[in-house]
Nanobody, 126 residues
Framework: QLQLVESGGGLVQPGGSLRLSCETSGFALDYYVVGWFRQAPGKEREGISCISPSGDGTAYVDSVKGRFVISRDKNTFYLEMNSLKVEDSAVYYC?????????????????????WGQGTQVTVST
């Protein structure tokens, strides 16, 4: 599996923005579906966004659609979070799943992903 290191979490006011980053060590992500998940206290981990190896296919859970944007480059991918709400507070995890070609889609379920970041706390509060 890839080793993924994520960063960018912190404390932000409602309505504010944060950008999360997830970086590999020396490996290109050409043949990986990548995505972001989050887990709030007392809740199950949920997939919130993903992007295909080609970058042409993306998906978002309804609760973040229109507010969050996922993107990627050679060995790093990102989650831009805008108009943050208190209910967005959670530990956010990045993930990557290997595919044999430049797959056109992606997945919001956790099972296909083989590599995971360590998690970064996002707290939205006044």
């Amino acid at each position: 599996q890839l080793q993924l290191v994520e960063s960018g979490g912190g404390l932000v006011q409602p309505g504010g923005s944060l950008r999360l980053s997830c970086e590999t060590s020396g490996f290109a992500l050409d043949y990986y579906v990548v995505g972001w998940f989050r887990q709030a206290p007392g809740k199950e981990r949920e997939g919130i966004s993903c992007i295909s190896p080609s970058g042409d296919g993306t998906a978002y859970v309804d609760s973040v659609k229109g507010r969050f944007v996922i993107s990627r480059d050679k060995n790093t991918f990102y989650l831009e979070m805008n108009s943050l709400k208190v209910e967005d507070s959670a530990v956010y995890y990045c993930a990557a799943g290997k595919v044999p070609y430049r797959y056109v889609g992606c997945w919001l379920s956790s099972r296909p992903y083989g590599s995971w970041g360590q998690g970064t706390q996002v707290t939205v509060s006044t």
